[in-house]
């Protein structure tokens, strides 16, 4: 099943996106919040080190923004396919072709994707108000999706059964 082929847009099952960018921005500050008080922990940790070696430790700041994709990319490939903010807000990151679980390698494109876009200036996020689904540049590029998640258990799959019963897995 291919890009245009999505058995659910949101004239069909309109509860899939209800409220979607409002929910996106929501979770994005929580997901902002955590991630502060996270770096903000082993910012401080990585300057002790740097003092207590003399200054060698200090080369590890350098890596930290490792720790947001990696923050992104666990939480997406987890069985809860959200971010903590994500899954406050309701939402969950899905496959687009089948809503199923993302792929590992689509959960890693997903999370390196969006670190691109936010590091090319925020503004490419303005996708979401133009495409079907509100989906961000980042969603198209993973061929992903970011739905209500209590909306996924009643939408109804083409053979029966659910979105979340895992029935298009292939």
């Known amino acids: 099943m291919g890009f245009s082929e999505f058995p659910y847009d949101a004239g069909e099952a309109p ?3 209800d409220a979607i960018t409002a929910r996106r921005v929501g979770a994005w500050l929580i997901d902002a919040i955590i ?14 080190l740097g003092f207590v070696t003399f200054g060698l430790g200090w080369f590890l700041l350098g890596g ?10 666990a939480f997406v490939a987890s069985p809860a396919q959200a971010t903590p903010g994500q899954a406050l807000a309701d939402l969950r990151v899905v496959r687009d072709d089948d809503l199923g679980r993302p792929t590992p390698a689509q959960a890693l494109v997903y999370a390196v994707g969006y670190a691109v876009t936010m590091a090319a200036g925020a503004i490419w996020l303005v996708a979401a108000f133009f495409t079907r689904r509100a989906r961000c540049l980042h969603d198209i590029v993973a061929g992903t999706a970011v739905l209500r998640a209590n909306a996924l258990g009643a939408v109804p799959a083409p053979l029966g059964g659910t979105a979340t019963d895992g029935w298009a897995v292939r």
Do not use: N
Not at 35 to 48: C, S
Not at 65 to 71: G, K, T
């Open 64 to 73: 930290l923004w490792v720790v947001p994709v990696a923050y992104l990319f």
């Open 15 to 17: 509860a899939l996106t």
């Open 35 to 48: 991630l502060a008080i996270l770096l903000g922990v082993m910012h401080l940790v990585l300057w002790i």
